[in-house]
């Protein structure tokens, strides 16, 4: 199954990521996760959020540049060599990841979010080896936990 990764290219001044999690924070919209890559000027701040269609919209509408990218997450327990697996699993079907964060999801194991090159296969792949991973509703749902 695809989540959706709301990706925000930010310039690499001070106060920038403020302002974002300042757009979110004023629409009610939690950030489970984060991934900030940067070079000298700009930066790609990646996120999975309550709301990604929500939090794309009114990061538009407050001039950022921003834009949906389907990823998944893997769930895997927290154990040592668990990661190493799922790479191996993945370099033996010959899939590509583009890159990769954690998602916590509570009370329940780690989740590696990824964007790879082939997710059809990548999903028949890990199905195969025996590995779940998120539905939306899971990858957001932990945004509402303080909301209950």
Request: overall charge negative; some cysteine.
């Amino acid at each position: 199954m695809l989540i959706k990764q709301l990706s925000v290219f930010i310039e690499n001044k001070q106060g920038r990521m403020e302002e974002v999690t300042q757009v979110l924070k004023d629409h009610n919209i939690n950030i489970a996760s984060f991934s900030l890559a940067d070079t000298s000027e700009y930066g790609m701040l990646r996120m999975i959020v309550s709301d990604p269609e929500e939090g794309k919209r009114v990061l538009k509408k407050e001039g950022f540049s921003a834009q949906l990218t389907d990823v998944i997450a893997v769930k895997i327990p927290q154990m040592p060599g668990t990661l190493h697996e799922v790479l191996k699993v993945m370099f033996d079907g010959n899939i590509s990841i583009e890159y990769m964060y954690t998602l916590a999801t509570a009370g329940r194991d780690t989740s590696i979010v990824m964007k790879v090159s082939d997710f059809n296969t990548a999903l028949e792949v890990l199905k195969k080896h025996g590995y779940e991973v998120c539905t939306a509703h899971e990858a957001y749902e932990i945004n509402n936990l303080n909301n209950k």
